[in-house]
């Protein structure tokens, strides 16, 4: 009886931990739109000389054309970006913006039309 819980706590561990640990490659994306406006999120290697450094950068393609605000990034945790990338991209679909890519995640799109301007520029940390 003992072995079968120390069974069921070790799989629920796990499970636990391969859920909130999902990390994105470098390069992972999403694409949002609203009406005619497109946003676009992206997580980045932050420093070549370190190989664990990342960056979230956040684009207004359609009104501000190749400005990149970087919102959060990291020396040594690449999750860390992932999870604010994620986060920010749920944010976005909170408020009405259709998001494709790989950090969209499984729920996707929200509907679009109405004019959310998510301007929540979030500060840069870790």
């Not at 054309?65 to 959060?72: D, S």
């Not at 799109?109 to 520029?121: E, V």
């Amino acid at each position: 009886m003992r072995s079968s819980k120390k069974l069921t706590f070790s799989a629920a561990l796990v499970i636990t931990f391969s859920s909130t640990s999902a990390w994105c490659a470098e390069g992972a994306s999403a694409n949002c739109k609203n009406g005619q406006m497109v946003r676009k999120v992206e997580i980045a290697q932050a420093d070549a000389a370190q190989p664990n450094s990342c960056a979230v950068s956040y684009l207004k393609e359609t009104e501000n054309p190749g400005a990149t605000q970087i919102l959060w990034q990291a020396k040594n945790d690449k999750e860390y970006c992932s999870t604010k990338a994620k986060a920010f991209v749920e944010k976005l679909q909170s408020m009405g913006w259709a998001c494709e890519g790989e950090l969209a995640g499984a729920a996707a799109t929200a509907p679009t039309g109405t004019d959310a301007g998510a301007d929540a520029a979030a500060p840069t940390g870790k």
